[in-house]
Structures are given as C-alpha cells and as structure tokens.
C-alpha cells in the first residue's frame, strides 16, 4: 500500500512537472520595456559629455526586460541645419554607446528626430545601423518607414511600428527621401495587417507620437485612432509626446497606454512634465499577458529616478479607469 502511494505521488510530481513544462513551452512570455521622450541634446548630452549616464538611476528595472524600447525625440548627427521651429534638438554621436546599452530599439517617429533637416536624419539612420541599434517609425523612404521592426525573443516576433502625427508634417518620410511614418487611418490599418500577414509577427505594437501637450487626459482623435489600430490587431497602443502622463484605457481587453510622459527630458519645472512613466507589457502569443507602470521623477538634470511607485494595470476591469 505504502509503495502504491509512493508511486502515485511521484507519478502525480512527474505528470505536475510534464504539464508545467509543457505549458512553459506552448506560452513563452517576453517582457517589454516602453520608456517616454529620451532627448539627450541640450542638458542631458551636456551631462552625457561630462561621464553621467542618464539612463543609471533607471538602469536595473530597464535591464531586467527582455527588449526595452525608448521614443528618441532628438536626431543624433554631426551635419544638417536647424529647421525654422521654437526647439531643435540634435544630440552629438556620442550618446549612442549609452543608448545601446540601455535600448534596444528606438522609434524615430516624432517632432524633433527631423529637426536638422532630411541630410541629418539620414545620417542618424546610418549611425544607429552602425552601432546596431534598430529602430522603427521612419526609414530612408516611405516604404522602410512604414515596415514593422521585427524583435524575436523566445521564439516571440514582435512587431513595432512607430508614427507621429504632430506637425511639422514635412519631417515624413516619401517615395524618394527619407523621413518619418505619419499616421493616416487607412495606411496604419494596412501597416497592421500586413505585420501578422506579410511579416508573421505574433505581437503587434504601435508606438504613438500624439495628443496635446500638458493635457492629462487623450483627446477624441487618439482614442479612435487607437481604437481603429486594436480593431486592425494590434495587441496594445502606447504612446508618448504630450510631455505629461496621460489616462489609460482598456479596449477590447487591450491595453492603451496613451502618455508615458518624459523620460529624459530637461527644461520643465512643473511636477507633472517631470512624472516618467515606464511601461512593462508581458506578453505571449495570445496577447498582452500583464502590464504595470514603474513611476518616475525626473530632476533637474533631465535625469529620471524611480519612486518606487509600481502601478498595475488591470486588464480584466469592464470599464475604462477614469
Ligand atoms: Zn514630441
């Protein structure tokens, strides 16, 4: 009788354990890391060029993902002439080796990545292939720019795809000339589709450059367009630009981070535009497993430090949070 136990609880631990890894097997989870504006001209390339990393303070919560992706809201280049606009920011080439270290993809898709002019933005593209850093949201042309970065990590591929949709609206990408991938409804459906179709992803991200600054909560435009994109199959929308961290939104059971606020940013004195939000999404083939929200504050420097705030995000809640 005592043997017959003795069998049947180690047939029971072994079947426990076969399921166990079996399941691990069938649903491999990779997490992903979405930081704000990481702008590193002005004081962070400053700080940058005296031997601080920006990117320290924040350095083991990033590090702990399995991709980690940050919105460049400056071009990196030696050349090119300032635009005719209030802020241009340019970084110098050196901050690269430090967001290499801490990115591994960057959209280029914003307001500032064309601030130098086309020549500057394709010299960005060629430094960012040489130091072996991809990025996403925009392209030597309109077709590259509007191609999905494809990441794959435990047999995962994920797709990100990058837009901006605040002006200047020259700064996008055409069939001759580079630039970056502006977000017309019917070319972002289209986009999505065919990252699952053409390009077999499992996941699809569209990282969002959008909203009115220094407003708290999203306007009617993002929430249709973010709706159109979950309709269209992304698995979650995140965004960034306003400067502020904005509401967000459940659809479909998906996720719409609207507003991850700064990362790296200097010149702000208000609370709020120094409020850094870093998304974690875990995410399987079926879909955004969890999601929760590292706060931070970011100093005088440009420079983001974690509160410790850990904010999860309930994607099982029926309605919206307000
Ligand atoms: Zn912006």
């Known amino acids: 009788m005592m043997m017959m136990r003795r069998c049947l609880t180690a047939l029971l631990l072994s079947a426990s354990t076969f399921l166990c890894s079996f399941t691990a097997h069938a649903e491999p989870t990779v997490s ?5 504006d990481v702008m590193l001209a002005e004081h962070p390339g400053l700080r940058i060029r005296q031997g601080h990393n920006p990117f320290a303070p924040f350095a083991q919560i990033l590090d702990s993902a399995d991709v980690r992706v940050a919105n460049l809201e400056c071009v990196i280049a030696r050349g090119g002439k300032a635009e005719d606009k209030p802020y241009t920011f340019r970084a110098h080439p050196r901050v690269l080796k430090l967001l290499k270290r801490h990115v591994d993809a960057v959209s ?45 990590r435990k047999g995962l ?69 973010a709706r159109l994109m979950i309709d269209a199959g992304a698995d979650a929308v995140v965004g960034t630009h306003p400067h502020v961290v904005q509401d967000i939104e459940l659809y479909q059971g998906k996720p719409i981070v609207y507003s991850l606020g700064n990362f790296i940013f200097d010149g702000f004195d208000d609370a709020d535009n120094n409020t850094a939000w870093v998304l974690q999404l875990n995410v399987a083939r079926t879909g955004v497993r969890d999601a929760h929200i590292q706060v931070g504050r970011i100093d005088k420097h440009g420079t983001p430090h974690p509160t410790g705030q850990r904010m999860p995000i309930d994607l099982k809640a029926a309605a919206p949070p307000q």
């Open 157 to 225: 591929r994920i797709a990100l795809l990058g837009y901006d949709e605040f002006f200047p609206r020259s700064f996008e990408a055409g069939n001759q000339h580079p630039g970056v991938a502006w977000s017309e409804d019917e070319q972002v459906v289209l986009d999505i589709r065919r990252a699952r179709a053409v390009h077999h992803a499992d996941i699809v991200i569209p990282f969002m450059h959008w909203g009115e600054e220094h407003q708290p909560r999203a306007n009617d435009r993002q929430r249709e367009l």
């Open 32 to 36: 992903i890391v979405f930081m704000g």
């Open 108 to 152: 280029v898709a914003n307001n500032h990545s064309g601030d130098f002019g086309r020549a500057a933005f394709a010299e960005m593209l060629g430094r960012l292939d040489q130091a072996k850093l991809p990025f996403f949201g925009g392209g030597r042309d309109l077709s590259q720019a509007h191609t999905p970065l494809l990441i794959e």
